[in-house]
Nanobody, 124 residues
């Protein structure tokens, strides 16, 4: 069973920053696509960023240049540094994982494993 443990959500004002963490113990991260999805109230889930086992990273257009995804394989942890946050970034952020060795990860595809979610609230 793949377990994803998220942390780092919170409330900030517009323009502020947050860093989300996702620990995924007991897996070989180089065999997984791992990413972040989010869901705002009344809206569907959308992919924000992902990383392949080989380290290729993808971003949703609206966060590119503001968000940075990184990985520490020694800690089995993926990080999402979020800068210049705006109210449209608010929502529940989920860490996701899929056991596949993609050359490029997708923000629209299926991910089999989901974390419990962490709330991000950005006020104007």
């Amino acid at each position: 069973q793949v377990q994803l443990v998220e942390s780092g959500g919170g409330s900030v004002q517009s323009g502020g920053s947050l860093r989300l963490s996702c620990e995924v113990p007991r897996i070989n991260m180089r065999r997984y696509d791992i990413g972040w999805f989010r869901q705002a109230p009344g809206k569907g889930r959308e992919g924000v960023s992902c990383i392949t086992g080989n380290g290729w990273i993808n971003y949703k257009d609206s966060v590119r240049g503001r968000f940075t995804l990184s990985r520490d394989t020694s800690k089995n942890t993926v990080y999402l540094q979020m800068n210049s946050l705006n109210p449209e970034d608010s929502g529940v952020y989920y860490c996701v994982a899929a056991n596949r060795q993609s050359s490029q990860c997708t923000l629209n595809g299926r991910y089999d494993h989901w974390g419990q979610g962490t709330q991000v609230t950005v006020s104007s």
